[in-house]
């Protein structure tokens, strides 16, 4: 490697790219096409800077593998954080396989928390936590370092694990403040503020306030019976059922739910749960056999009592009962959440990270783009979408559970 090409990837690797492009601007060898492609990265061009990567592979000799792996990694994070979910994981396997064969270790982790990143994105949680190397971080080098705790705090916070991630977090930012790289510290920054934000809303006995991470892991392991909005699922500390798939029965249990410790009248539940403004006898006979599988699915966690008028909501095992909400209540909140990170998405890639068909979300973003909450930029395979900002919608910690009621 000549003096200008290792100039050049110290200044990357201090997070200068000025200084790199100065010194290979010109560059048009595979060492230095590759520099170049780095240093548009960290300048925000992105497009230009996958041009330059694969040209930079494609120029490597047959000799160069592990100089083209660190291409196909660098490449893979463009497309991670240009939402390009259809990048080929494949090849970054590949890719880290050959770094990790040749013993460039420092590259291979960073193929891994790029492997670990893209399935946290998608809500794979427990792969994402097996794909984290397993050595000690501390014999990291800081930049590597700063990765593997925000990696780490993207697990916790959406696993709603406040207080690791505060911990994971504050290791991050002494790491990117060894680094010395004012880009990651800002990252770390940026990722931490949602901390202070709220994440969701609780309403129980009648009264609603919004909700911190570290409330909502306070509220989970508290003596409480949740019937969880975010996730459709009812729990308390023993036990959970899930009625992501039950959308009536979850309607039923949130307004019961909602009304504790008082009832709810018969109509009202029609109203709630068959969503019509007028009851008859056939909605009166439907509601008694969707009380009765309600009943059959919260065994062990809660009775539903008749009244006079309707049926209350009577916890088994816990003190309380509380709905945990979304920050916004909005159909298709699954997308806006994913839209509020501030990055613009194809809607391929949020389809995968919906584990929806891609017609589906593009129903659901014509429906969005209609109702003014999303916009979309270009045409064609490069459309991208974006989110117009929703107050109160800050975080994609409570993102919810695919529903088959949208």
Request: glycine share 6%; charged share 25%; aromatic share 4%.
């Amino acid at each position: 490697m000549d003096t200008l090409i290792a100039a050049a990837a110290q200044s990357l690797e201090a997070g200068d790219p000025i200084s790199a492009l100065n010194r290979v601007a010109l560059r048009d060898d595979a060492h230095g096409l590759a520099l170049r492609g780095i240093a548009m990265a960290q300048l925000g061009d992105l497009a230009r800077a996958r041009e330059l990567l694969h040209s930079a592979a494609r120029a490597f000799g047959p000799d160069e593998v592990v100089a083209c792996a660190r291409c196909v990694v660098a490449e893979a994070e463009i497309a991670l954080v240009s939402r390009d979910l259809d990048w080929s994981a494949r090849a970054l396997d590949d890719a880290r396989q050959t770094l990790e064969t040749h013993e460039d270790w420092n590259n291979a982790t960073h193929a891994r928390y790029l492997e670990a990143r893209l399935l946290l994105l998608t809500g794979r949680l427990d792969d994402a936590d097996s794909m984290l190397p397993r050595r000690d971080p501390a014999h990291l080098p800081p930049t590597s370092r700063a990765t593997h705790e925000l990696v780490v705090a993207g697990i916790a916070m959406r696993r709603r694990q406040a207080a690791s991630a505060r911990r994971a977090f504050a290791r991050a930012m002494e790491a990117a403040r060894q680094a010395g790289i004012p880009a990651l510290l800002g990252e770390i920054e940026n990722a931490a503020r949602v901390l202070n934000a709220p994440v969701a809303r609780m309403i129980t006995e009648g009264s609603e306030r919004p909700l911190l991470l570290d409330e909502v892991e306070a509220l989970e392991a508290s003596d409480t019976l949740i019937v969880d909005a975010c996730r459709h699922v009812v729990r308390d500390t023993h036990c959970e059922v899930s009625l992501a798939t039950r959308p009536v029965l979850f309607a039923l249990a949130r307004a019961l739910s909602d009304a504790w410790p008082g009832d709810v009248r018969r109509d009202m539940l029609i109203t709630r749960a068959f969503r019509t403004q007028y009851a008859d006898d056939s909605h009166r006979v439907r509601l008694r056999v969707e009380i009765g599988r309600l009943r059959t699915e919260l065994r062990g966690l809660a009775e539903l009592q008749s009244t006079r008028q309707g049926f209350k909501l009577i916890p088994q095992q816990a003190a309380s009962v509380a709905t945990l909400l979304p920050p916004v209540e909005e159909r298709h909140t699954g997308l806006l959440a994913l839209l509020a990170d501030g990055e613009l998405w194809s809607s391929s890639a949020l389809a995968m990270a919906q584990g929806v068909s891609q017609r589906t979300v593009q129903r659901a973003l014509d429906t969005l783009q209609a109702a003014d909450k999303v916009q979309a930029y270009g045409q064609g395979r490069a459309r991208r979408w974006a989110i117009i900002p929703v107050p109160g919608f800050p975080t994609t910690l409570l993102l919810p559970a695919p529903y088959s009621g949208g």
